[in-house]
Each structure stands twice: as C-alpha cells, then as structure tokens.
C-alpha cells in the first residue's frame, strides 16, 4: 500500500535538537558554575541554576513536543499546552508570514484566528514550496460548497 499523498508532519529536526541542546546546555552550565562558585546569597546560588535548567528543558522540550500534522481531513497544530485540529473546510487561507529573522507559515481558521504551525520556518523548511504543497492539499480537501468568509478574507488581504 503506497503512502498518504496528503499526510505530511512536521517536527523538530534531531540532529538540530542535539546540537541545540549542547550549547545551551554548555552556556548554562558555564553559568551555574560561575553562580554556584561566586560570592553570592546561598538563595541565589540555587535560583540560578534552577532556572537555567528549567528553562532548558523548557525549551527543548517544546520543540520535540510540538509539531504540525497534516491529513486527509484537517491540519493540527500541537502545541506544548494544547492541540488546535482544523478541518480543511475550516481553513480560510494559508499564508507566509515574516518574522523577526525568519518567515513562517501560519493558516487562519473559520473564527479568524490567525494560527502560526509549528516547524514550518524558514530555518527549517523551504516556507514557499511548503506553503505551496499545503495550499494543493487544501484546495482539493476544502470540498466543493467551501466559500470565504468576507470578514476573514478582508482580514488575510490587509495582512499581505
């Protein structure tokens, strides 16, 4: 049985995890020891490094955490709180968005909302093809009585 041609997932890259994970964890570490060592309130010296590392895990855990899937039937975002599933009918469009230093891919639900999917960055995927496969799948998935919300559709148009 051949493959899903419209599953697709993205997630954190394994490779680009671990060496994420080292230098943060190296830069931390750097930091705990300085804390732990240095002259300062026994309070502090276990605050810091406390925080640190629970940042750390924070962090690291949320990028293996989250990922988007996408189905036959609906889009999903997974978050590290919560899970926002999407019928294709429900999509009202699928943008590319710019960030700071990275452009993003975000689709916009029947309520509005403007919903940023996870592992869709330009650091980590071509954004433009990506974008591009997503939009395919959508058209052929929306179904055949799908029309745009005027509201919404004037709301992604004043974004461009």
Known sequence: MAADPYE???RADLGAFVGTAFV???FFLVVAVMTVQGENDPAVKVLIPGLLIGFLVLNLGTEMWT???VSRHRIVKRGLCRTIATP???VQGIEIESGYRTRYVVIYDDLGR????PHLRSNEVDVEK?????REIWEKRR???WKPI???AAKISFRE
């Open 130 to 134: 990506e974008a591009r496969a997503l």
């Open 67 to 69: 990922r988007t899937y």
């Open 24 to 26: 943060m964890g190296f």
């Open 114 to 117: 403007e919903i940023a999917l």
């Open 143 to 145: 179904g055949p009585r």
């Open 8 to 10: 697709r997932e993205y």
């Open 88 to 90: 294709w009918r429900g």
């Open 150 to 152: 005027p509201d919404i």
